[in-house]
């Protein structure tokens, strides 16, 4: 769940109730960080960006991810682990409104796996990679006697310019690309970063704010809202579920588990209401496009169910891998 | 040893044994990465150069140290460990040329440490950051049962172009800034990574292609003679030896560390003549600087001493840490 902040997006902390510390302790180093104008946006979003002078501006994301944490190497090929190594870092770059160019994969491989298992995973960034038009433009490559770690850094650039979390404006549409809930059953290792509905949005209208929902939506609501100063009403009932959350639940746990599970990666954006409409007009992309909720004056996180409103809590993350 | 070969810099792969196996593995990856004008430089050097357009370039190095391997927690401080996961990405980034502009700290911490590791560690990261105008500007915070690991990325400008390994010519002196051998009693962890030295450098000649020296004297040279296609023989009497080396060792052990011992983290370069001898008369740092020898047309790396000439071996590492 967001590291130092400006990059990570696994909910590692909290599983190990890290939780609020965690959240003291990044803002702790938000203080001490400095500044410099090369540097616009720094700890505290999806990415960091970097000024290039007037050719613009980069986009920096980094994610460690660990066996047993977040994935299982003696359940998931390590092709997939590759995979998503690389994917929950652009899934990062979607969310600040960019385009992927180059990803650095550092690895600590276990000694008793050798080379094939390094092989395998590199083979799966590099397909994902090839997917997406990134070039793997370094790294560093570790044996060790611990477990599998990944450690993948990703350079991109805005699509025009970047989005932060910060923008989101009262009476503001909350939208969400694809549908939520259920990820770990095998989701977050296929997952489809949302790169391209990244460049599509930033195509057709002005997004006052993303982020990339891989705390689940409650909690991920809650970032937006807590950085942009605003409140936010979610729909419960419009809120899309996943066909991964079994169907035989009672209601009330489907939404439970499309707030709360987490690994979605999906797109949480806000948008004027024109635009909001427009978007559900002219939207071109195979992936579901849903309106979720609206942005207030109000402080505060609130669920609307059945007509009834009360407080959505930051449940976020509350799983260990299954 | 050079990992994904473009950014990282440390030994860690001989010490497990990948060694040569290692070294087509990252060829084998050289050759499915494709290609971009965005990333004129990717997997091979120590670090990757990026294309801003007309604003210029983004250098990108990335190291992943672990417990055990890089350092040992049990005998370091967590300021130290900190100070050198970043030190040796400034180090990658002064090798190009460049100077670091914004760093990105991802570690997996024990479970069993607590905030105090993330706290010391960190704090040892800017403190380091501050000396050299680094902004840390993101990352991705962890808790594990497993040892620490941390991966630092680092992204920084050229002083005004990026040097390579590959630019080395015939009749091209060999020089190197500092002193070598016997960093693992110590240095290793506080060493001052060649920025402002690399900055002189670039400011004062033209330097024809650079490395710094990670996996030890010897096979360094060999890293640049192999990318410049050129030969080199190195004069072993000249080669300046640190104060880390005991004095009373056999002057053949002594110039033996300092060829193989590694993790010193001085730059290794070549200039024309001309340049070297300008470079010993103009130099201002108080860091020393010295000439080890010659760029031959000649294939092979040779080493004289006392006269004679013999086979430069690609010693390397070959030590655990101690």
């Not at 994610?63 to 090929?77: C, I, Q, S, V």
């Not at 932060?164 to 549409?173: L, M, V």
Request: hydrophobic share 40%; proline share 6%.
């Amino acid at each position: 769940m967001m590291p130092l902040d400006s990059t990570g997006d696994t909910p590692c902390g909290r599983i190990t109730g890290m939780s609020r510390s965690e959240f003291d302790f990044i803002e702790s180093i938000r203080r001490r960080t400095g500044s410099s104008p090369l540097v616009p946006l720094g700890i505290g979003d999806d990415a960091a960006v970097l000024a290039n002078g007037p050719a613009g501006e980069s986009l920096v994301a980094v994610d460690m991810l660990m066996d047993g944490t977040h994935f299982r190497l003696d359940e998931a090929a390590p092709e997939l682990v590759g995979r998503k190594s690389l994917a929950v870092n652009l899934s990062d770059i979607a969310a600040m409104g960019g385009r992927p160019v180059a990803a650095f994969l550092a690895i600590a491989l276990p000694a008793s796996h050798g080379r094939s298992l390094a092989e395998r995973l590199t083979q799966g960034v590099l397909d994902l990679a090839r997917d997406y038009d990134v070039i793997l433009a370094g790294g560093d490559t570790n044996v060790w006697s611990g477990p599998l770690v990944t450690c993948v850094t990703v350079v991109g650039q805005p699509n025009g310019r970047s989005v932060q979390r910060s923008g989101a404006k009262p009476g503001d549409w909350l939208m969400v690309t694809g549908s939520l809930g259920g990820s770990l059953t095998g989701r977050h290792l296929r997952f489809e970063p949302r790169v391209r509905e990244a460049a599509l949005l930033m195509e057709l209208v002005e997004v006052h704010a993303m982020i990339d929902i891989s705390d689940g939506l409650a909690a991920d609501v809650h970032h937006l809202a807590r950085e942009s100063n605003v409140g936010v009403t979610i729909d419960g009932d419009a809120i899309p579920i996943s066909a991964d959350v079994p169907s035989d639940l009672p209601p009330e746990e489907r939404l439970r588990r499309a707030l709360s599970d987490g690994e979605d990666f999906e797109l949480l954006f806000a948008v004027a209401p024109d635009d909001g409409s427009r978007l559900l007009r002219e939207w071109t992309s195979e992936t579901p496009l849903c309106r979720v909720g609206t942005v207030t004056a109000e402080a505060g996180c609130r669920l609307v169910r059945n007509g009834n409103v009360e407080p959505l809590p930051e449940t976020g993350w509350t799983h260990e891998l299954s």
